[in-house]
């Protein structure tokens, strides 16, 4: 049996701001597999990630390029389904990476455990309010930086589900936003 010749494939990796240093870390990932595989990358992505409907845009107009796959992060979990769907009902595969989206219609999603990540948040500010002060008690603000973005939603949870072991401790405040 012959292997598979992808060298003509092209995939098409959507990240939340192309002006993040984070995000541009997962270009470079996206560029060491496109060479290590011999595929061809397009690197997509709105300039913030507060442009959902850029995010909606860029990815419809990927559909429409017709890609071999593409994997994408999606802003904002509602916004992003539908689009999702539509590329998977045209044949191409997708990817979901960092924040889910609200459709199961993708091949796999690759992240971190964000509600473990919010409550080891949680651990570390009792463990500096105790450091502090002597004791794990007093009043907490937090901020999201992003309404929408389920990997955001999945950390806020994480937090306040591990905020629960500190009883003395209170939340007083959450507000969304940069």
Same mark, same amino acid.
């Given at each position: =049996? ?21 995000? =541009? ?47 994408? =992060? ?105």
């Amino acid at each position: =049996a012959r292997a598979a010749d992808f060298s003509k494939a092209r995939i098409v990796v959507i990240v939340k701001a192309t002006t993040s240093q984070y995000w =541009a870390t997962v270009f470079d990932g996206a560029d060491a597999a496109a060479k290590a595989l011999g595929v061809q990358v397009s690197k997509l992505g709105a300039t913030a990630e507060t442009d959902v409907a850029g995010e909606v845009s860029i990815m419809e107009n990927a559909i429409s390029s017709k890609p071999a796959g593409i994997v994408i =992060a999606a802003t904002n979990a509602a916004a992003l389904a539908k689009p999702i769907e539509d590329a998977t009902k045209a044949g191409i595969p997708v990817v979901v990476i960092d924040s889910d989206a609200n459709t199961s219609s993708y091949v796999t999603f690759l992240a971190t455990n964000n509600h473990t990540g919010g409550v080891k948040a949680a651990d570390e500010i009792a463990s500096c309010i105790k450091a502090r002060t002597g004791k794990v008690a007093g009043d907490v603000a937090y901020l999201s930086a992003l309404a929408g973005a389920q990997s955001l939603n999945d950390r806020d949870q994480g937090f306040l589900d591990g905020l629960k072991k500190y009883p003395d401790l209170k939340i007083v405040e959450h507000r969304t936003g940069p």
